[in-house]
């Protein structure tokens, strides 16, 4: 370990970043010396995250986010900052030397897209034509060597993962009509009335309609994957699971596809890919199976009646849309295996 | 009460005929006289639904089914029978002289439907012609006085209250694409490997893909409410509450609509109608506020970007969804007010 | 209802509160004339209470608390606000001539317990000599007429009811302890890192102990009812509900004394009581029976092995643990039947 | 692993089944040779366990039980098999060599005890005084090397492992009065109204008062260990969670022990073990913390006003109450490194 990569945490007390230090405990190749972040500082991780006392990172000391310090003692940054935060972060670290996998939105859009979607204008739009899509299974070879890696979002992921390959065989065509549910720990550790257990058991709420952040997001990525545009509306809804992320997206069927071509061609487009599994006809996608894991489950249906094609995915939004992606990504950046340090069985029932 | 009309609960150890049970003790015009079943045969309605045991009819014998005995002694009949057993019992009650409310799918469509969609051959098409589509707010005049209500689904009863009037105005197009979710009362007390807590928590799981029956129900009763066909496509999700449905339905959207036209549509569409709560642009539908009352949360979107409607329905499964639902039938048929013994304030949180 | 007794409702934006409007919102002799509280100000009944928005108290805004101006409009006052400040309230609005009903735990124990269990001097040790504890089933006599009656705690209304039948008769004997699991909306809406839908789903936790406020009450309350000092000792836990309280009691079993005399003692302590439902030996208590509902399920198991008796008892913390009780306390001081307004029978499942 | 120890798990299809051959794909010592069980016999591993698709061992068929084909081709048996069935299966095993770990209780009693608290006579007798009972943190020196492990239940772990220490330094004395609260999975996949999604939501339910078999085996566990005997009653009560098991145990507070003592005495027990977690006074047991991994969390207070010693203790009712225990067991059979294949970090929330 004495020789591992230097690795910083930034956003070390949400959610993602304390999955980003559990799982990044059993890398071999990455050694945690920066924890930092803006709600916790000065607290230590497991001040943060009683759950990871018993890991050598749980004494370190939260910093303030002082990017210069940060530089100096990581090589490697992990920003899981909150959106609009991060981009006033990472510039000066990528500046200084380090290499940065951002989680956050801030570096996945054009400039353009900023004040619709997010409500503010990019401060460093230079920094986003530098930036790599970071979806693993479909711009590896992007990603290799990069120095600025956009993870994607957990919505995203699933439907970019199950739709492109559709999309650019002509199995399948725009506009996507893209439905969502997802557990609560995607608000993160946010106090809010909403995200009470009071008003969340025995609720399923849509929320953000149509203006969810994941919808360009989606489009772009898409596009970039398959060389073919694709417009796509977006409803989240929020259901009683903490983890967990399920997408359903209906798009038009292309004429003569049936669901047997459809799984073909996943099943061909992600032969090899350790973190997909592409669900049979007839199988059932339950994202339980995927709690814990780096894994996204994909299956596709064609409905000929409506010609209507539905690409199914379900994920752990924390892992494979967060955290294990991250690691994913700086495991391909690095070129060590793709899958060291990420789980693909999950803890069952 | 000694004058009310004398009313059999057919099914009484499910969980629907538990709150037609529950529901119909507060209803000043109906007295049961008959509880009647399958499965739990012998025992009495307090043995089936221990929550129960303060109610009249908590002593009530359920009995073996016996048509003619149930005819003697009773008016009016809810049948929660399961799909394919109602058929073969009804027709015989109302030959018997009963009118009946049946809450299964087995009087919602054409005789050509049940072998493809229930896979079964109907028994008794003949009845088909006869049935009512027991929909309240949009049927009420032909459900006065008649004589075989066949209530409609969980899932459609949301999809068509939302959908028919943007469809009759041309607001949307079809085809339709319905996303579903709901709790596991909708499953009701069948014990199998899927009905676990310890499958069911954490999990969301799409199943019955596109195959599920209320597909047609939900394409039937659109074309009789709206005057317009639809070819509609359904993918039904099972998340971890008890009770809730929400549906998401994609149409496309007709030339010019707003967010604000299809909101108005609604509103006029449903102006005095008791159950029914639309949502204006940005409010946010929550299947909890529905749960334990008769009340459908209906809210339209309009996605001009992609060319989308988005036409969300939120209702409790078991009483609007079912239970409430038949006995707003009831209410209808006899001429008594549509309100009466159905609750629309939720048990809250 | 225009002659009802006019009613105010303080602390009108919480779970109690809004249960107080629903349950209140049914009742034939009370018409709610004032809404007030601290926190929601100046916003209507239906803008903390979504759910209620049928309801004609929902468009009432909440008033900031005046007690001159809420005495001269209600008569009835039911106080909802939080220990500490209640009694900050409350005796000016019974010097002004108000009955009321107290929800805290502000006049539930003697002065000098006060600093210890709720960390604060008490600012009108007077009116604790006033204050009846409403327990209904216990206390009927002292509560009719009654000018200020302190509302149970959800804890020790099973406890209490169960134990002090038992001790008084000389089947059991102190020390009691007192293991009590609870629902997430015993916690109101406070949004804490403990309240959150993440923090809660497959969490149990113990809680302050040995140190909750509800202890001194059950032993004041116990030794009231049953003539016998009794010391309690009380282990809150969390568990991942919205509703119910089940407390289990481990008491000393007296010489000689059976399952069956220890039921025969519960029952014929309630013989006739509408809220209570005594279960027989092999019967399971389940809170999910009692939700929504004033019921209080007891059950009492003797182990002779270990000299023990168990005392079980559970109930809807907010109905019969809060806004429920607060209403049947109502009745029994105004002499109205004392079941006015108050369900016993659960939404279920 | 060519030259690991063949290990067979029995009862393959369980949850406990489950989670051992989910640990043990990551035993650099054991290889999986076979598995058996009676369920679910003549499919894979995979059909019972979707989620384990990934494992080398997904692809086992699970055998029908034939305890000489297991013997010739396993060393080592973990055996999951049910309360009564273990027993008849275990002794051929043994007699055919193989050392076996056994998950029932069905060697963890005194032959005189199973009638009473299993309801079967006992038919293998001689084998009990051979079994060891495998809690690792006070029985290693005799787990090391023994033939068969009585592999603890998951309510007496965390009590024994609580109580023993105290109990022997004479800190507290019985009896015992023991208060468990379950997940779900304690019920396996057992398909019964009482295990359903929608009769365990928003239920706690106490349930075998005061029967449970578990009873017996904390005495003679705690007499085992501290030397000293004590009487224990137990009541287990359901609440949803899928896993976690928190037990509350009230005992006598010996003279002048305080909660400092309590925790220190704890603290000093189990100095240097990996999977213990003593809390000190002011902390909070959470379950959720000790999900998957083969962690207990422990803590003790005095409550000197009531003479009452408080011990709670919390784990994973299918690792360290399960499959993990069975693993440290094995590993300590065997002269592994005890944490070896074991986790201790929560995947959390």
Same mark, same amino acid.
């Given at each position: 370990?004495?020789?591992?990569?230097?690795?910083?945490?930034?956003?070390?007390?949400?959610?993602?970043?304390?999955?980003?230090?559990?799982?990044?405990?059993?890398?071999?190749?990455?050694?945690?010396?920066?924890?930092?972040g803006r709600d916790a500082a000065g607290s230590t991780v497991a001040g943060s995250h009683p759950h990871l006392s018993a890991l050598p990172s749980s004494s370190l000391v939260i910093e303030a986010i002082d990017t210069d310090a940060i530089a100096s003692r990581a090589d490697l940054v992990f920003s899981a900052l909150p959106n609009g935060v991060s981009s006033t972060v990472v510039p000066a670290l990528l500046g200084a030397g380090a290499t940065v996998i951002d989680l956050s939105g801030d570096f996945r859009l054009e400039a353009a897209a900023y004040p619709e979607w997010y409500g503010f204008?990019?401060?460093?739009?230079?920094?986003?034509?530098?930036?790599?899509?970071?979806?693993?299974?479909?711009?590896?070879?992007?990603?290799?060597?990069?120095?600025?890696?956009?993870?994607?979002?957990?919505?995203?992921?699933?439907?970019?993962?199950?739709?492109?390959?559709?999309?650019?065989?002509? &199995? #399948?065509? !725009?506009?996507?009509?893209?439905?969502?549910?997802?557990?609560?720990?995607?608000? =993160?550790?946010?106090? @809010?009335? +909403?995200?009470?257990?009071?008003?969340?058991?025995?609720?399923?709420?849509?929320?953000?309609?149509?203006?969810?952040?994941?919808?360009?997001?989606?489009?772009?990525?898409?596009?970039?994957?398959?060389?073919?545009?694709?417009?796509?509306?977006?409803?989240?809804?929020?259901?009683?699971?903490?983890?967990?992320?399920?997408?359903?997206?209906?798009?038009?069927?292309?004429?003569?596809?049936?669901?047997?071509?459809?799984?073909?061609?996943?099943?061909?487009?992600?032969?090899?890919?350790?973190?997909?599994?592409?669900?049979?006809?007839?199988?059932?996608?339950?994202?339980?199976?995927?709690?814990?894991?780096?894994?996204?489950?994909?299956?596709?249906?064609?409905?000929?009646?409506?010609?209507?094609?539905?690409?199914?995915?379900?994920?752990?939004? &924390? #892992?494979? !849309?967060?955290?294990?992606?991250?690691?994913?990504?700086?495991?391909?950046?690095? =070129?060590?295996?793709? @899958?060291? +340090?990420?789980?693909?069985?999950?803890?069952?029932?």
């Open positions: 370990m004495a020789d591992g990569v230097r690795a910083a945490v930034l956003g070390a007390s949400g959610y993602a970043g304390g999955e980003l230090l559990r799982l990044l405990a059993g890398h071999p190749s990455i050694e945690i010396t920066v924890v930092a204008d990019h401060p460093a739009p230079a920094w986003l034509d530098e930036a790599v899509y970071g979806l693993p299974e479909l711009f590896a070879e992007r990603i290799a060597g990069a120095k600025l890696v956009a993870n994607p979002g957990c919505y995203p992921t699933p439907v970019v993962l199950g739709c492109a390959p559709l999309l650019a065989s002509g &199995l #399948i065509d !725009g506009p996507i009509r893209v439905d969502g549910k997802t557990g609560l720990s995607g608000a =993160g550790r946010a106090r @809010t009335d +909403a995200t009470l257990f009071t008003a969340t058991e025995e609720s399923i709420r849509p929320y953000r309609i149509p203006g969810h952040q994941h919808t360009p997001e989606m489009e772009r990525a898409l596009t970039l994957a398959s060389g073919r545009a694709a417009a796509v509306v977006f409803t989240p809804h929020l259901v009683p699971t903490v983890r967990g992320v399920v997408t359903t997206s209906y798009a038009t069927l292309g004429r003569g596809a049936t669901t047997d071509a459809l799984t073909a061609c996943l099943a061909a487009a992600y032969a090899g890919c350790a973190f997909i599994r592409t669900l049979p006809p007839g199988g059932m996608v339950d994202s339980k199976r995927t709690r814990g894991t780096n894994v996204v489950e994909l299956q596709a249906v064609a409905d000929p009646r409506t010609g209507t094609a539905i690409v199914i995915g379900a994920l752990d939004n &924390l #892992i494979k !849309g967060a955290a294990g992606q991250a690691i994913q990504n700086a495991n391909l950046v690095h =070129g060590w295996p793709e @899958t060291t +340090a990420l789980p693909t069985i999950a803890v069952y029932p």
